[in-house]
């Protein structure tokens, strides 16, 4: 279980207590400056709270080893870096970074494993440069499953994909929770969230607002709280659709 | 596993050949000498030179790796970190107290301006370690160790001194002897395997600083790492050449497309080839038939700075220089 217990960071984040169970989808939802990112990264040890406490197990982050903190939860941060142009396996295979060398005969297993996983096999020589924004962003979700972590941390993983992308990356991260690790994802687009997350977690200016299934947490009244829109859910369960009023 | 190790046998191999042809080269050619004469030329002048060529270019193209990994910015210098610079003000202050006092100074405060620079660095960029905290602490830092410098240079006690100064800040190679060599080697040799150990956090540093930290990087041990690897290495060859500019920026460059451009498969090879270039600069040199040597540290930057505009022109055209 990874936890955040009445997390803060100065004014970003103000004592937030959500619950990351394993084999689950969780959103994380709110408008710009709710402190989505700033709990991710919190969550994920990138970052040390002022107050409160993120753990895992039990156990605050930051009084893990790093290493093995980062076997434990991988993480995607938001608009991704890749500042040399490796091929795709050498960029995956730097997801076994905390588990000892790069390199070695049983090393390659699971970054073969996730090179498969996201359907990249054949693409494995290129340099990542040659790839789409699509193939990227799989690529760098290869990368953090190549770690085997127990939670995977995705800041915005959508936003720049097509639709197409969009909903490959979604089955891909449902895999994932399904296969029982623990998933929580920063997602804008809330028809996106409402689909594939088992649970949201609503923000706003720092505070947890909601914590609940999405039909709950991102009920009309919560998104009026949260953005201030009068918002009506359109369609069935599982491919729903929000309708905003303009005026 | 032998695909990463084919630059660095490629380039031993190149270096193999160059330190026998470079013992041949000179003012005068080692043909045609007495036996003796060539013997004595050979051993106590022109060996020493090429072992300080091959040290100083080898600390300086490692550093100049470890240094763009490390940033990210394949514009990256050892000079930028102010440790270059630091150990350049160490040196020229020992001319200041003078030098023909002990021929040990120089070297001592050129190490000691390194660490004093290395110091401050780490002190100011703490334990945050971060990258853009880092390199404005390390522009501040050379800042001012050059305008010291200048306030050195303008105090100099007499015109002597000044000239000695002046010379010693173009970098060079002429009349060194196996104490530099005894000085310089085994400091740079150090520098380059704690630079080696903090590889492969910079190939983590390769998405980001939020993604390595995520991956277990400690910034601060990687920090404690460069500040450590860069500061023997550029410090010793400071000490040992004075400023020598440009090689930490074009080698990287030039060894990337022959390795898979992960940062840490780019320091053995940068190293090989940093040494690989001072020696055929140093050698070339030598030869040219010039009334008075071309100082080597002249020399490369003439050859450097172009290269570093053409590196920002290919960048403003939308080339990649290996970045995605």
């Known amino acids: ?247 | 596993m032998n695909r990463p190790n084919r630059p660095n046998l490629i380039l031993l191999a190149c270096l193999l050949v160059a330190i026998p042809l470079s013992l041949l080269a000179g003012r005068a050619w080692i043909f045609g000498q007495e036996q003796g004469t060539a013997l004595l030329i050979i051993a106590d002048l022109r060996l020493p030179r090429a072992f300080l060529a091959v040290t100083v270019g080898a600390g300086l193209g490692a550093a100049g790796a470890a240094m763009q990994g490390y940033l990210r910015n394949p514009l990256a210098d050892p000079g930028l970190f102010g440790i270059a610079p630091g150990a350049a003000l160490g040196a020229v202050l020992s001319f200041y107290f003078g030098y023909a006092a002990s021929g040990w100074l120089l070297p001592i405060m050129a190490l000691t301006g390194a660490g004093g620079a290395m110091a401050l660095l780490a002190l100011l960029a703490g334990r945050g370690g971060g990258i853009a905290l880092f390199t404005l602490a390390g522009l501040m830092i050379a800042s001012l160790a050059g305008a010291l410098t200048s306030l050195v240079i303008s105090l100099a006690p007499n015109p002597w001194a000044l000239s000695e100064i002046v010379t010693w800040l173009m970098g060079a190679l002429t009349d060194r002897s196996w104490a530099d060599v005894a000085l310089a080697a085994p400091l740079t040799l150090v520098g380059i395997v704690v630079l080696a150990r903090a590889a492969p956090a910079l190939d983590a540093l390769t998405l980001g600083e939020d993604a390595a930290r995520s991956m277990g990087v400690r910034m601060d041990h990687l920090l404690a790492l460069l500040v450590v690897g860069v500061g023997m290495t550029i410090g010793s060859g400071v000490a040992v050449a004075g400023i020598i500019s440009f090689v930490g920026l074009m080698v990287p460059h030039l060894v990337r497309p022959l390795t898979d451009r992960r940062p840490s498969s780019l320091i053995v090879p940068s190293a090989l080839a940093g040494g690989l270039m001072v020696l055929v600069a140093d050698s070339v040199l030598r030869a040219l038939p010039l009334i008075t040597e071309l100082r080597l540290g002249i020399a490369l930057s003439l050859i450097g700075a172009p290269f570093f505009l053409w590196l920002l022109l290919r960048l403003r055209r939308g080339g990649t220089l290996g970045l995605t």
């Open chain 1, 1 to 247: 279980m990874l936890e955040a217990r009445r997390l803060s960071l100065d004014d970003r984040l103000r004592g937030a207590t959500v619950e990351i169970p394993a084999g689950r989808v969780t959103a994380i939802c709110g408008p710009n400056g709710a402190g989505k990112s700033t709990l991710l990264r919190l969550l994920a040890g990138v970052l040390i709270p002022t107050n409160g406490e993120a753990l895992l197990d039990g156990t605050r982050l930051q009084d893990m080893k790093p290493r093995e903190r980062a076997r434990a939860i991988g993480y995607l941060p938001q608009e991704p870096q890749i500042a040399w142009d490796l091929s795709v396996r050498n960029l995956v295979a730097l997801g076994r970074l905390a588990h000892g060398s790069v390199r070695g005969g049983n090393r390659q297993k699971p970054v073969d494993a996730a090179l498969s996983a996201l359907s990249l096999e054949r693409f494995a020589d290129r340099p990542v440069s040659t790839l789409s924004g699509g193939e990227r962003a799989r690529v760098l979700l290869a990368r953090v499953l190549a770690g085997e972590p127990r939670f995977i941390i995705a800041d915005e993983p959508f936003g720049s994909l097509d639709l197409a992308h969009q909903a490959s990356l979604a089955r891909h991260l449902r895999a994932q929770a399904e296969a029982g690790r623990g998933v929580v994802v920063v997602v804008h687009d809330l028809g996106l969230a409402h689909n594939i997350a088992d649970r949201v977690v609503l923000m706003k200016s720092g505070d947890v607002l909601a914590d609940g299934p999405p039909d709950d947490a991102l009920s009309p009244a919560k998104l009026k709280a949260a953005f201030g829109i009068e918002g009506t859910w359109l369609g069935e369960q599982g491919a729903r659709v929000l309708s905003v009023q303009a005026r």
